[in-house]
């Protein structure tokens, strides 16, 4: 496949003097791929850095029309002046951090890369429309360099072809670091309403698509399904307040959802459901906590009114759905165990030596 370097710009950008002026996170180390140390998220960064710097980028940025919703949710809605809208996100893979290029062909590599942003629209609840793939190719070590792009590509054009969208641009760069793809996609929204991450309220019982953890050692976040289904089912019935998609894990990315809403939230740690990917000889306690913490999960987490769960059960989902908690007044994240007491729920879990 003829590589054609390209000059277009993916339509999210940083302003450059924000950025120097707020200071951008840096990588210090990067977690194992197989077992992600705590407080280390897909992104490499410390989970506590990246989440302080979206935190002041959000607060230094101001959102101006035609963006209605920028940073700090899965994917950016803009508008039009017709009123119509469309949905960006973009998320950038590492060699070493997302992938093991030693281990893992690049076939799988490009359709990791585009399955990470296929998640993110399904949280927008929105089918993808063109694609922008960007990459940093190493000067040296990746051997034939023609074989590695048809390989990436070819996992890249299988994810155009099942949801009938195309690759329109890009840029490519060579360098003497790792390997690294950026991918942008835009969309559209599948129904009148957008589900964010902001609409969450006290007493909305909580809920996600699957089972959770295990998804590194077992392979799985090389190749799962974008929970377009789901996310299609669940706003066409117009019951979801707030929606996201997991890919740090749930004891992060639940924080995210309910800060973002300003609301805090309870989980049942009974509730939780493991994935049969976690390890079944470890212990109860280390089991629940990989659902809580492995991340790369890819499944959706919902809030739905408690007022309307009855019709959640009334019509009988074509899908697994788990419900996790509920979303309370107030602040802070928490997790009720099997004896019913109450702990505050952290990035690493709910245990204290784990
Ligand atoms: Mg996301």
Known sequence: MALE????????SFDRNIVRNIGLPFVARHPPLARREAGYGKTGCPLALENNFIRRLAAATRTRPPVLTGIGDDG?????????????VTDMLLDQVHFDLKTTSPRLVGQKAMLVNLSDLAAMASWPTAAFVSLAMPRHGIGDADQFLDGLYAGIQDCCDRWNFCIAGGDTNAWN?????????????????????????????????????GSLPSGRHLSFPPRFDVADWLVGKGIVSAMMDLSDGLATDLPRMAEASGVGAV?????????????????????????????????????????????????????????????????????????????PLRQSGWQHDF
Do not use: Y
């Not at 370097?5 to 999210?12: D, E, I, N, P, R």
């Not at 950016?76 to 960006?88: E, K, M, P």
């Not at 670091?177 to 006290?202: D, E, Q, Y």
């Not at 007022?307 to 074509?318: A, G």
């Open 267 to 343: 989980l049942d740690l009974a509730s939780i459901p493991v994935h049969p990917d976690v390890d079944r000889r470890l212990p109860m306690e280390a089991r629940t906590n990989a659902a809580l913490c492995d991340g790369e999960d890819f499944e959706l987490l919902f809030a739905i009114p408690a007022h309307l769960v009855p019709r959640l059960r009334d019509v009988s989902p074509p899908f697994p759905v788990f419900e996790i908690g509920r979303v309370t007044a107030g602040l802070g994240v928490t997790i009720r165990l099997p004896d019913d007491s109450i702990q």
């Open 5 to 12: 370097k390209s000059s277009q710009t993916a339509a999210l």
């Open 76 to 88: 950016a809605v803009i508008q039009d002046d017709s009123g119509s809208r469309q949905i960006v």
């Open 177 to 213: 670091g790792p390997f690294a793809i950026n991918v942008c996609l835009t969309g559209r929204p599948m129904h009148s309403t957008i589900p964010l991450r902001s609409g969450a309220r006290p007493g909305d019982r909580l809920f996600v698509s699957g089972p959770l953890g």
